[in-house]
């Protein structure tokens, strides 16, 4: 047992240590003799671990299974050992050697290293220390002092100068920047030429022993540039000062050596600069600048429309844009003028500053402040000025060069004119394209001339343009002007005659086919129709309600339906819109506007004229288009007919349109043209129906027969149906042309007539029809008539005299279209006269007068409402 026991042990302990490391603990098993579950975990928890195992103790205390399992548990371990030691040849083993390798070179290389260092300690310890020059003197000693402090002096400004350069170009103080700059290099200079010598006897050399010198003036020759172009740029400013303009002119011309002729030059480049950005306002690059600001502001941006202009400009935005391009135009040529103007008595602002620069005045009072630069007053302005005053005095009293006998030094009048002239013709014609672009955003004539006059008067009073400047830009604000007001009338003279196209169109349809839904185009129903109230959700104030209703009645009255004023209404608000543009530009009375008006109104006649033609053409072209096939069709041809009799009357519309007399002389008389040719096409359609649907009778009577009198009354309707009921002198020769034209038609028809005393009596009604009208043709009228009667009564001798006014009298209610014009019984200016215009009639003495209500019988209930018994 123990031999066996010492084996396991062994090859145990070998394999729970190999490759350095205690193997896993052994598992649990259970002691010997214990056979149930708890037993078994219990022995489990009294297993010895892998360091405490001992082959005679595992043998002595615990079964052959819990060894067997012992055995198998270490086997397993062994196995997995191997493995893993099979892994790490195969695999680790070749990073190893390349780790081994990177090694072996990182050693060479510090070794390297270690040899170089030793090198530059040997090459160290073999340099020697200067000797220092010893001074011949004690009295030297203060010589030497003061040089020292002389160069700290030199150096300590040419240490400052890149902060104060700085400081000044954050200030937009370009001028001192540039003085600065030229001291700066002027300091520069004496630090590197030691003319005297004097520091070499000392034993100073500023180039070995002060290296930092020339890197310092490296650092502050860069200035020069980051200078000019701060200084260029700051020129697009519109709102600097001629100050400013001057200090900045004369920055260029001292750093940049350019004539003030180049410098006028560059000022007016930069200026027009600016200007294109103000003149590009509502373009794809100002809306994109105006985008990436509003996204910077956290803003959405602004709406375009698809040609990346912007939906919504206010006239506000539009007048102030224009202001600004006014403004900077004339702040440059104010500017221009004043910093480099001059003339025989006097120089020029930038003239004077330089002769100020090389004189040895005081201060002069002509100059601005900020323009009488010295060096001294420059170095009093920097920190440690006190140290500066041990500077030599060519320094401290240092004065850029200039050269005023140079023309560089000068910009004479006619280089001035020309640059100024060439810049604002350029302006001009900017602002020109402009003005037309940003008025088209304006749709409306009143905003329009207000924008116009706003800008008119700030020219007026701005004093910086000449008389000729002023003049031309007033001229091109009013060609900007005058072409977007006409613009506007032509866009709305087109749009009503596209409307009254569609409208007339749309309404002759529905009348020829009204379908379910009835149309009220009849003047005379319309007439007895109440007006609408307006509801109490659109009640507005007390005079405007009663206003429309008022307007309503007088519509009715005259006959105005509702489907002729929506065929009307477009033209005739287009006209009142352009009356009132009309009185808005001729409220302003001065000569210019006058001037401007004239041309407006001659520019606009055409292109009225030219509406109304198309009005009278394309309603030819309507009524060209409508046969005369039914009753409907000649209903439309009645609202066409309808249609011209407005534009014939005082309509608004031909009023509104502010005509020329020979224009609406012209209109009215193709009109009236138009009007009667549609007329006759509906009487002749008329005549022939009545006549048509009203034969000859067959019963006889003791009066004019009722085929007669039905003919007459459906003539009598269809005249009021066209609207002839106002009795003016055109609608009553109307009535009497169809009147006439009736008598004639039915005269000439000898069928009408046969050989009966009822004819007779037809023919004396007819007698009495025309007997009342004047005139050559109602007497030929007249004289086929007693033709025809003389005829009847020869062959009727026992006819007795008949006479047909009492009839007709009573009648007349019925008959009222046709009597209109005619002459009347009753010639006092009573109701009773304009009702009954032929008098009360009288009683027949046939038959007994009978009240209404006694003709009524009981059981019919016409009015259901009214007791009748």
Known sequence: MSRRGSVLSTSSSKASVSNGHIGSPIPPSMSRGSTTPSSRKLSVSKLPTSQDLDPDDLFTKYTVSDVKFVQSQLRTDADAKQEELRLMVGERYRDLLQASTSIIAIAKSSNRVLDALQETRIAIESQRLPTLPKSESIVNQDSHLHSLQLLAAHIKLLLDAPEHLWRLIERKRYFTAAWLFLLSRVIHLALRQDEDGERLKLGIDVTDQFPLIQRQWDAVSQFRSQIVHKA???LREPTITAPDICSTALTLHLLDSKPLTDTLAVFLEQRHKSLQVLLSFGTDASIKRASSIRRANGQAPQDTNSKGEFKNVSTRQIRDAAQAVLEAVASTVKGARDVFGSSSSTSSLAESVLEYIQSDASPSTSLP????LTTESLLMTLPSSTQFLLLPANLRFYKPYVDLASTSSHVSAPDLDQHVERYFTNAANGLRKSLSRWLRKISSVKDVWQTRNYLRQWLSES????????????RILDQA?????LDIWQVMLAEAQTGFGASIELAISRIRDPGDTPVDSYPIQHLLQAPQLPSNAALGPVDTSFLKYETGLRRQLIGRTALLDETLGTLENCASLLQNDMLHVLAFDDDATRALVEDLKKQYQPHASVLCDHIVEHLQEKVSAIPDASARDVNGLVFAASVARE????????NHLCLASPVVEAFNKKVNVLHDLIINRWRNYTISTVLAQNTSAKNQRDSPSLHLTNALFWLSRNIEEVGWNRHTSDQARATERTLLAFL???IETDSYFPASKQSIHDLVLLQALAGR?????????????????SNLRGLIPDMPETNAKDYLARHQLLFAPLLAGAATEDESNTASSYLLPLGVPSLDQRQEFQPAMDVTKPQVRRFNMLLVG
């Open 744 to 746: 004639t038609s039915i």
């Open 369 to 372: 402040s900020e323009l009488q």
């Open 463 to 474: 004093a910086r343009f000449t008389s000729e400047e002023a003049g031309e830009l007033t």
């Open 647 to 654: 534009f014939n009357s005082p309509s608004s519309f031909v």
């Open 481 to 485: 002007t005058r072409e977007r007001v």
């Open 773 to 789: 009208r004047e005139g050559a043709e109602w007497e030929c009228v007249c004289r086929g008539i007693d033709e025809k009667v």
């Open 232 to 234: 260029t740029l700051s």
